[in-house]
């Protein structure tokens, strides 16, 4: 019971005592319901303004009766309302309206659901690469964590679509279903492809049956942590160079080099650029690993490549380097 719905008692027990003085006065003296009504409100409130109209002695009789009730009644309403009042948490409230107002502007973002160990990391990645996140998680605990990280925070279950629409997904840039449970990701994943079919979403998979059914319910990508932290630990055994190369141009915390993507918008000075005379030109110093030309991914792209609007770009280089490249874009 909400401390609202605490109040209805002594509220409905203060409208029945007005009512029964209005009747009371309208039947025993005879009085207009205005002067009945005003005559019961200055009796319970002890206000003593004196009698509209002499009383008769059963209406003495009925006045004291109704002193001793009334009184009683509005004093037990003053109680519980004041105390309703007291007990409201005005900061928790405040900081409530500013996370919603904070949500309503927000577009562009990312929506982490499941704040828990992989939930946590993604979100300190988005951080690490000042991209807006929004975090939903069912555990109160968990999204206090993540509201003391920094994030904006939604309570709910993520494949509910009112707790989504709340989240911004209709102005979200991806989701990641990070959720403990395959089959509650599942349920994410699904209410979010029918929500926003055209949206970027990233599934958590514990097994590969899981990884279909994520893919079928319309994840554009799912992948298994344990799988990933599998391939991963073998490499680092078998190629411990090659990963630390990757890792650095992974990691958007370290300054030697970055992986960036690029996308060619209509009009820009890459729009119509040959891959040869980008690798030629003095301002593009970044290497150029694949290409997403056609609606195909081209890992060793040739020099006559020419970019159309649409295509994509991975890089490697400085921060610097890839800022100025995201110019001519």
Known sequence: ????????????????????????????????????????????????FGEVHP???????????????????VLYTLTALFGWILAIDWPEQRRRRQMEGALAHLSHHFIVCGYGRVGKSVAEV??????????????????????????LVVHGNAASDAVLRRAGIDRARGLIAAVDSDADNVYVVLSAHVLRPDLLIVARASSD??????????????????????QRMAMLAVRPTAVEFVETVLDAGRPQLMLEQVNVEPGSRLDGARLGDL?????????????????????SPPDDCELRPGDELVLIGSPEQLRQIEKLS
């Open 279 to 299: 690798r030629r030109a003095e301002q593009f110093r970044t290497v150029i690993v694949a290409v997403r030309h056609d609606h195909q991914l081209l890992t």
């Open 126 to 151: 988005f951080r690490r690469e000042r991209v807006p996140t929004v975090v939903i998680d069912v555990n109160q605990e968990s999204l206090a964590t993540a509201e003391a990280d920094g994030y």
């Open 209 to 230: 049956d899981a990884i279909t059914k994520l893919e079928r319910a319309g994840a554009t990508h799912a992948l298994s942590p344990y799988t990933t932290a599998g």
């Open 1 to 48: 019971m909400t401390r609202l719905s605490q109040f209805r008692g002594p509220l409905l027990a203060l409208i029945l005592t007005l009512a029964l003085g209005v009747v009371g006065y309208v039947s025993i003296e005879r009085w207009s319901f205005l002067d009945a009504l005003f005559m019961t409100v200055t009796t319970v409130t002890t206000v003593g």
């Open 55 to 73: 009383l008769s002695p059963v209406g003495q009789i009925f006045t004291m009766a109704l002193i001793f009730v009334g009184v009683g009644v």
